[in-house]
């Protein structure tokens, strides 16, 4: 639930969630060699993200936004953010879902660096000088 769009679906989201992480997890198992460090780190994002977010769907019935960052602080040289607000970071957020976001995004950029299926691979050949 984006925003709070969905909020009322919980079922849905516990058994998406789920599923989810199953995927995530035959991936790791899988479809990754012990060289795919990137990936890894991309899959261990998610899944730390989709856990933490089940376990509070699961415990309180809602995903919590619980990261408020730098309390009593303020803009320098009397800037502002609209609506007149001072706070060097007025937004609360939700940790899980910042891993996941980064998980996918070090995912994507993974599997964009990998070559194409039957693509041709570069090795490097030494050409020999000729023998006449």
């Given at each position: 639930?984006v925003?709070g769009?969905g909020?009322?679906?919980?079922?849905?989201?516990?058994i998406f969630?789920v599923?989810?992480l199953?995927?995530?997890?035959w991936?790791?198992a899988?479809?990754t060699t012990?060289?795919d460090?990137?990936?890894?780190l991309?899959l261990?994002l998610?899944?730390?993200?989709?856990?933490?977010n089940?376990?509070?769907?699961i415990?309180?019935?809602?995903?919590?936004?619980f990261?408020?960052m730098?309390?009593d602080?303020?803009?320098?040289?009397?800037l502002?953010?609209?609506g007149?607000?001072?706070?060097?970071?007025?937004?609360?957020f939700n940790?899980?879902?910042?891993l996941?976001?980064?998980?996918m995004?070090?995912?994507?950029i993974?599997?964009?660096k990998?070559?194409?299926?039957?693509?041709?691979?570069?090795?490097?050949?030494t050409?020999?000088?000729?023998?006449?």
């Amino acid at each position: 639930a984006v925003f709070g769009i969905g909020s009322q679906k919980r079922v849905f989201f516990i058994i998406f969630t789920v599923i989810a992480l199953g995927i995530a997890g035959w991936i790791f198992a899988r479809h990754t060699t012990k060289q795919d460090v990137l990936a890894h780190l991309a899959l261990g994002l998610i899944l730390g993200g989709g856990i933490g977010n089940l376990y509070d769907r699961i415990s309180i019935g809602r995903v919590r936004d619980f990261m408020y960052m730098f309390t009593d602080r303020h803009l320098p040289f009397d800037l502002a953010w609209p609506g007149n607000n001072t706070e060097l970071f007025p937004w609360i957020f939700n940790t899980g879902d910042v891993l996941l976001l980064v998980g996918m995004g070090l995912l994507m950029i993974f599997f964009w660096k990998q070559p194409a299926p039957g693509a041709p691979t570069t090795t490097a050949t030494t050409v020999q000088p000729d023998q006449d």
